[in-house]
């Protein structure tokens, strides 16, 4: 095992750790990253331009040929999955943070909006956030760049929604519109999930790590796949336990503090996997929380074709995805549930064409009503907020090991009636503005499905309801922190890797205060 | 491909051409001190242009998994569900070698396309107009969400193996679909709608 100790280690380099362990390193602290997955050459590494019909199977790969990285859950690269992500950046307002306080469901957290801003805005004025100042107590503005225009599609749904007294504004993304220092803008090719290989969108390899490699301060350990965050018997944490993922050999770094930000449900995993004499059932799980209060959110989702583009010229308005998104409105108007949903749309590449299976019949008349209807095709994907509730849990399957004898972690979801009629509602909304936009409605999805992971090591101020405190630091081990999704006690219904990264930047300047005061 | 510009897009710059490099001012490897791995220093982003025709596959596809007989059947439903009309259909799209290899790899698709075609030995010597006739039997079944049985249930396999072998190969996507994305844009153009 090697004998230096580090300020800092930080497991996971994502959008959290690499934020984190940047901002470390530019404060002065001795940092070391440790990632499961190999460095990505984000230039080169992943088929960004691929069409389907070079591939025999249809199916492009994320990674070129002999280009090691995104395989499995575990598997990741230098980055994270920043390197992937659709990077719709909201701020969330006073409500997200203080919903029990507002209808008595789930958490609080212990911090509010005040308490936040300052790191968002300073997180946008690094990475670069486009947007329009739209003036929205419930989505406050920030620090933007100019946003791009909406699409046609946008503009119709737009008339329609408004038609109906819903607002629609355009998206605001981690994506640059301008160029900055070496990044160029976004040049719309409509590849944004197969990985911007021009870092225009943000990553955390790209604009975080790789710049602050230059403070000396950072040391990136790649293909360390960490099993274990270990705890002394004095009960402060000393460093974590790896296997190198090329040589199969076991590693490990040593540490004056360990933060865990390997992404909501897999640094839920880790902690549980940490088992010790002091914490039986998982590292910093004192008060049986750890793995509860999972809260992803919820998405439905309504396939449309606009009247108005049907039968019209295809053409190139792939852009960067999505481009429009209507804000949560009905958290001010009367409902039968707590909480609200927003809806994004229409971020689909139009190189997928998979809806066409769903159009009725066959033959001339088949073929012409797909070409009909391509250039109409779009989806609104409401996501809604999930309430805490003792059916929805992270936890290992120890059946279940994976190639490196872990076992997995296992989600467990359960919708509770306030879920569901927000499912129903979110719906039933989805259809409404389509039809009011002059849309032949395709499907409406029956069952909610999972996405943006929150929860399982959730923040607060009581040490017996809560995992972490104010500071992202454990309750119970003074130099153990958690900076992710998992420490979110209320999911919001806004995306929420903004929110993260700003966390990030929040911890980072704690921890380099306390390690500054010597306190750690 | 060519390309039609209709009056939106003749707002649009695309910069983008087969192999040109794109005025991006950096060079990868002094990109973001970025340490490893590093690209050589003359390479600078490269954008594809559009997307290029494959080279075709000229004469009478083996398949790899269907028995020839089996072939045939799979080859004339892949026609009739996707033709010929104006533009290719899914027989000059290469769908049949694309079911092949899809159903080739998987279980549940192969129990359903034994159960299928099992009966359908006749099926090529039936009349066009019977052919279709029967296709439509099926194709009504699935329409009414009541894909049950062998003959709808195998319908609605072939038909989604059809539609997607189509609608991802360049004749469906780029020939028929007009697909124009992933090319390089100066900018995202304004759009408009007509006001009510």
């Known amino acids: 095992m090697a004998s230096k100790v580090y300020d800092v280690c930080v497991v996971g380099s994502g959008a959290s750790g690499g934020t984190l362990c940047a901002h470390l390193a530019q404060a002065g602290v001795d940092v070391i990253v440790v990632e499961g997955g190999p460095p990505v050459n984000t230039r080169t590494a992943f088929n960004t331009h691929a069409m389907p019909f070079e591939f025999p199977n249809r199916h492009i790969p994320t990674m070129k040929p002999g280009k090691d990285g995104f395989t499995s859950e575990r598997s990741r690269g230098v980055g994270g999955k920043s390197l992937l992500w659709n990077a719709v950046a909201w701020r969330q307002s006073h409500r997200d943070f203080k919903g029990r306080s507002i209808d008595g469901l789930g958490e609080d957290w212990p911090i509010d909006y005040k308490d936040m801003a300052p790191y968002y805005d300073r997180i946008e004025r690094e990475v670069g956030v486009c947007g329009n100042l739209d003036g929205l107590e419930d989505l406050p503005d920030g620090i933007f760049l100019p946003p791009v225009p909406m699409k046609k599609s946008d503009l119709l749904i737009k008339r ?116 010790s004499r002091l914490y039986p059932t998982g590292l910093a799980n004192s008060s049986g929380h750890l793995g509860k209060d999972f809260i992803p959110h919820f998405t439905g989702g309504v396939e449309l074709f606009l009247h108005d583009l049907m039968g019209k010229p295809s053409v190139n308005d792939e852009g960067f995805l999505d481009h429009a998104y209507i804000p949560s409105f009905m958290h001010k108007r009367k409902r039968d549930y707590a909480r609200s949903f927003g809806m994004q749309f229409n971020y689909q590449n139009r190189r997928s064409v998979g809806w066409a299976r769903a159009l009725p019949g066959f033959g001339k008349a088949y073929k012409e009503s797909v070409k009909d209807r391509y250039p109409a095709y779009v989806v609104l994907s409401p996501y809604g907020e999930m309430i805490p509730n003792a059916g929805s849990f992270v936890d290992l399957d120890e059946k279940n090991k994976d190639e490196w004898g872990l076992p997995s972690a296992r989600r467990t979801v359960a919708y509770s009636e306030n879920d569901m009629k927000i499912f129903r509602d979110m719906s039933q909304w989805a259809r409404r503005i389509g039809e009011a936009a002059g849309a032949e409605i395709l499907s409406v999805s029956d069952e909610p499905h999972t996405n943006h992971e929150l929860g399982g090591a959730r923040m607060g101020s009581d040490p017996k309801r809560s995992v972490v ?50 306190e750690i | 491909m060519s390309i039609e510009n209709e009056g939106r897009r003749e707002a649009l710059k695309i910069i983008g051409a087969i192999g040109t490099t794109c005025a991006f001012p950096f060079s990868a490897n002094d990109l973001y001190g970025q340490v490893a791995p590093v690209t050589p220093p003359q390479q600078v982003h490269q954008h594809p242009g559009p997307p290029q025709r494959p080279i075709a596959v000229p004469g009478k596809v083996k398949p790899g998994y269907f028995s020839q007989a089996d072939f ?31 159903v080739g790899g998987n279980k549940q698709l192969q129990e359903i396309f034994r159960t299928g075609l099992a009966p359908l030995g006749g099926f090529l010597a039936l009349t066009e107009e019977q052919q279709i006739a029967m296709l439509t039997s099926w194709s009504n079944a699935v329409g009414k969400g009541n894909a049950k049985g062998a003959g709808p249930q195998f319908f609605q396999a072939i038909k989604n193996l059809t539609a997607d072998g189509y609608y991802t190969s360049y004749i469906g996507l780029v020939e028929e679909l007009k697909y124009t994305g992933n090319t390089v844009l100066d900018h995202f153009p304004e759009s408009t709608i007509p006001e009510h």
Do not use: W
């Open chain 2, 72 to 102: 045939d059947v799979v080859t004339r439903i892949s026609d009739l569900i996707i033709p010929a009309t104006g533009t290719p259909g899914a027989v000059e799209a290469g769908v049949p070698a694309y079911i092949d290899s899809v």
């Open chain 1, 469 to 518: 405190n104010s500071d992202c630091r454990a309750h119970d081990i003074q130099n153990l922190y958690v900076v992710d999704g998992s420490v979110f006690p209320s999911a919001s219904e806004k995306n929420p890797t903004h929110t993260m990264m700003a966390l990030a930047a929040r911890t980072a300047e704690h921890l380099a205060d306390r390690l500054k005061r010597r």
């Open chain 1, 160 to 275: 329609g929604a408004e038609k109906i007294g819903v607002k629609v504004i355009h998206v605001r993304k981690s994506t640059l519109t301008r160029p900055r220092g070496p990044r160029p803008a976004c040049h719309y090719c409509g590849n944004c999930m197969a990985g911007c290989d021009v870092a225009a969108k943000y990553n955390s390899a790209d604009v975080h790590m790789h710049p602050a490699l230059k403070t000396g301060k950072l040391e990136i350990r790649s293909n360390a796949i960490v099993r274990e965050v270990m705890v002394s018997n004095e009960n402060r944490v000393t460093g974590v336990k790896y296997i190198d993922r090329l040589t199969r050999q076991e590693g490990g770094v040593l540490a004056r503090s360990v933060v865990v930000s390997c992404a909501c449900v897999q640094s839920v995993a880790l902690l549980q996997m940490s088992k």
